[in-house]
């Protein structure tokens, strides 16, 4: 499938987010910006604290407007969402928009079985029977993996296990087959075989119904099975972005370069020891518009005291002063290019 020749479902320009704190507003988010075209697929990998999911619930209107300050433009199928009102939002949410959260627990109400949960946003998106609703719950509660869905469907959350609850949020964002499925960090509570079986779906949903996936994961294994672009996330902002093909054979970004480096090698000697990034990443109050992996790169000079500039390189972008030939030399000798082939 060319993702190319597909039109823009998602449009994301210069999104930033701040929250109050005692100290004032603190910005978390910035400016951010990438497109996803219909039936593809877009990671967004970073370690925790990066601003991932921050900024997937702020484009999505989840957010709190009295604590959290959200610029910048949103446009989905061409509307402006973020000037949507608080109505108009939640006719998109499920229906055109489905989300998966990282917290199955907090997301599910404790109080309704799943299958009614799972029904409900059915019947407030599509006119549709009761039972026609619980008998659909039943199928994609099946279709996730549960052995049980019979049974299942009348459970409440606190009786499911955490990949239980996770598979049952993930129904439920499938219920109304979206246009666009925001998925965060779907598969951490399954084991690997049920991780198969979810990525399957996904794949299957695109394939049947034409859907974009955003899907936020640590897995680097992951995004080279199903992605089709590649956002990397650090402090806040996209340090690199491009197709999946490219950032796994020519990583630009010094951050993307400690992320594939951490990745035990499939082949060749066993290491002793796996590599990895020193420090920790910063707080929202310590970063700056200079670059936000300065203090952690061991290719920092002075020149990264601003804000970093924008690299190109056929369909990548990446905000770091080093350039070629010097990118590449400095990235031979922390991650060799047969390691990347």
């Known amino acids: 499938m060319s993702a190319v020749e597909k039109p823009v479902l998602l449009d994301v320009n210069g999104l930033s987010v701040s929250f109050a704190t005692d100290r004032g507003m603190v910005k978390s988010v910035r400016d951010v910006s990438f497109t996803v075209r219909e039936g593809e697929i877009l990671s967004i990998v970073g370690e925790s604290g990066s601003g991932k999911s921050v900024t997937l619930l702020s484009l999505l209107g989840l957010h709190d407007p009295k604590t959290t300050k959200v610029d910048g433009a949103v446009a989905f199928r061409g509307k402006r969402i973020m000037e949507m009102s608080a109505q108009q939002m939640r006719r998109i949410r499920g229906k055109d928009i489905g989300l998966i959260s990282q917290d199955?627990?907090?997301?599910?109400?404790?109080?309704?079985?799943?299958?009614?949960?799972i029904a409900e946003q059915i019947r407030a998106h599509e006119t549709i029977s009761a039972r026609a609703a619980r008998l659909r719950a039943i199928e994609l509660l099946g279709e996730v993996g549960l052995s049980n869905p019979g049974e299942a469907v009348?459970?409440?959350?606190?009786?499911?296990?955490?990949?239980?609850?996770?598979?049952?949020?993930?129904?439920?964002?499938?219920?109304?087959?979206?246009?666009?499925?925001?998925?965060d960090e779907p598969t951490t509570a399954?084991?690997?075989?049920?991780?198969?079986?979810?990525?399957?779906?996904?794949?299957?949903?695109?394939?049947?119904?034409g859907s974009a996936i955003i899907l936020i994961t640590h897995d680097m294994g992951v995004v080279a099975e199903v992605a089709d672009q590649v956002a990397v996330m650090y402090a806040g902002r996209i340090v690199e972005r491009g197709p999946t093909d490219q950032i796994f054979t020519n990583p630009m970004h010094p951050y993307t370069w400690g992320l594939m480096g951490s990745i035990p090698p499939l082949t060749g000697p066993r290491l002793s020891r796996l590599k990895s990034i020193p420090g920790m990443p910063p707080t929202p109050d310590m970063i700056s518009e200079a670059c936000g992996?300065?203090?952690?790169?061991?290719?920092?000079?002075?020149?990264?005291?601003?804000?970093?500039?924008?690299?190109?390189?056929?369909?990548?972008?990446?905000?770091c002063v080093l350039d070629t030939p010097e990118r590449d030399l400095l990235r031979s000798t922390v991650l060799p290019l047969e390691e990347l082939a």
């Open 104 to 117: 199955p627990m907090t997301a599910l109400t404790p109080v309704y079985t799943i299958g009614w949960q």
């Open 190 to 209: 399954l084991d690997v075989t049920v991780q198969a079986q979810v990525l399957d779906l996904l794949l299957r949903l695109r394939k049947d119904f």
């Open 293 to 319: 992996f300065a203090p952690r790169c061991d290719f920092a000079s002075a020149a990264c005291g601003t804000h970093p500039p924008l690299r190109r390189h056929q369909d990548q972008a990446c905000l």
């Open 154 to 183: 009348d459970r409440y959350p606190h009786q499911l296990s955490g990949g239980m609850r996770q598979r049952a949020l993930i129904a439920m964002a499938l219920s109304c087959n979206p246009a666009l499925l925001v998925a």
